[in-house]
């Protein structure tokens, strides 16, 4: 072994956790965030965690709202899942300009993407800064999905959607 940085860790440590995030925006309509940072954090109640940069229009969203939908998407959304990581919804409706079908949530106001493998609905209860991110713990209020859904996963420091066998 030699000595690596955290980028090159990050890749080396792939496949990584993928999903999309969906926030309330203030016009009503939803904003999607491609996320990896996301994990488990407790089974009861069941709580996930969801680690955010400062920069992005999502972590004031969910500030705003209290709730956020993370959706484990399919392989289908491959190329348009990706480029919800490479735009921000203070510029880009995403959800429209890539035609990715969301759909509403069961318990939460903003909505969800249609034909995940898994979509989570999260209502916020805690929030801890970590330096340049914003770590925000929230209780899952509703769980929906189903195995006949291939999952992606995140490659090559974050740059390349795919599933695996
Ligand atoms: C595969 C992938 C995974 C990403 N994971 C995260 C993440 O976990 N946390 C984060 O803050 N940004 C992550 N990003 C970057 C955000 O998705 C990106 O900054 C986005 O433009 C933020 O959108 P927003 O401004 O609409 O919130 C990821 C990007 C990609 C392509």
Known sequence: MKDINIG????????????LLSAKRADGGTNLMAVSWW???SNHPPTLGVCLSKKGLSGGLIR?????GLSVVGEQLKDAALRCGTCSGRTVDKAAEFEI???D????????????RVVFEC???DTKEVADHVLYIAEIVAIRGGEEVRQLFAF???ARLDSVN
């Open 8 to 19: 090159q860790a990050q890749r080396l440590t792939a496949p990584c956790p993928f999903a």
């Open 39 to 41: 994990s488990y954090l």
């Open 64 to 68: 705003e709202s209290g709730e956020f």
């Open 101 to 103: 079908p969301l759909e």
């Open 105 to 116: 949530a069961a318990v939460i106001a903003p909505q969800v993407v249609s034909g995940s």
């Open 123 to 125: 209502r916020l209860t």
């Open 156 to 158: 090559d420091g974050y």
